[in-house]
């Protein structure tokens, strides 16, 4: 298989650049009209897969979603994740792990390991326990041709008490993050297979994203008020490799598949004419 940074590379040449959160609110189930329990899940992810997974680059199912229903909720995610894998989509499973690095590794062979039933392509992991706790996680990612997108500057309004904060070199918190990353990824060709998650609401930071030479996930579009000019904004050069993510508001369209189609269609359409313009 090719490494994840060149899957990504050609998801995003392929298919255009977004990504589709599949975030089965309790609020969304219920504006659906369906029940809040395994089964209203079970239709509610499986119709989101039916009509994304086969038009978007990445879905990207949200772990905690499919949790609140216990082993059942998880028996749905695992089959969400072969489902839009056979349809030609990346996965990446936002669960945001981080721990001490022996247990990262469980982590890894939980998440990475094609061997493990809720093998994705990638998945998010947050670096607040120091990154190189995450170690464990790079390496198995590397070993099988997956993705880790690393926090750095998340799109939630109090992301910035930590990340913002410096380090003793004077470096942000997020910047250090970032140059971090990019010495994983130096080198890479096309592109390293470690990701930044950058969200589409911090506005301008001067970083200098294309040096991260990896994927940049930037979630908030929508409903947290990210919109497409804000990404010129935020990545500035390096636009080729932003993947702005958004859930809710291509989700609030269902349950009809097409009109799901419609709405990601949209959205792709407002941040493809802002990415492809440099
Ligand atoms: O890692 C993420 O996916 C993530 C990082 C971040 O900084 N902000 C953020 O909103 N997310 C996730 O992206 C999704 C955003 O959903 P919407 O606000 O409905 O588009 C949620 O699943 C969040 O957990």
Redesign the pocket.
């Known amino acids: 298989m090719a490494t994840f940074g060149a899957r990504y590379r050609a998801a995003l040449d392929q298919r255009g650049p977004l990504c589709g ?1 599949i ?1 089965p609110h309790a609020s969304l189930l219920a504006a659906w009209g369906l029940p809040d329990d395994a089964s209203g899940l079970e239709r509610f992810a499986l119709t989101a897969v039916e009509a994304l997974a086969p038009r978007l680059a990445v879905v ?1 199912p ?1 772990s905690a979603f499919f949790e609140r229903f216990g082993s059942r909720g998880v028996a749905v995610l695992e089959q969400v994740i072969a489902t839009a894998r056979e349809a030609g989509a990346l996965v990446l499973l ?1 669960v ?1 792990r981080g721990d001490i690095g022996s247990t990262v590794q469980a982590y890894a062979d939980a998440y990475l390991d094609p061997a493990s039933p809720l093998r994705a392509d990638a998945i ?1 992991a947050s670096p607040f326990l120091g990154f190189g706790s995450l170690q464990p996680l790079l390496g198995t990612a590397a070993k099988f041709d997956g993705g880790v997108f690393v ?1 750095a500057q ?3 309004p109090e992301g910035p008490q930590v990340q913002q904060a410096r380090t003793e070199a004077g470096r942000t918190v997020a910047g250090d993050i970032l140059d971090r990353i990019a010495a994983v990824n130096a080198g890479e060709s096309p592109l390293g297979s470690v990701g930044a ?1 950058v ?1 589409a609401t911090v506005e301008s930071t001067g970083e200098n994203f294309a040096a991260v030479n990896g994927p940049l ?1 930037a ?6 008020g990210g919109t497409a000019a804000d990404l010129r904004t935020v990545f500035g050069e390096a636009l080729r490799n932003v993947l702005p ?5 291509i989700l609030r369209a269902g349950p009809s598949v097409q009109a799901l189609r419609d709405a990601a269609d949209r959205t792709l359409e407002s941040v493809r004419a802002i990415l492809t313009q440099s």
């Open positions: 959160g975030d990207k949200q936002d945001k998010t926090l998340t799109s939630n998650v969200g996930l979630p908030g579009i929508g409903t947290q993510s958004s859930s809710r508001e």
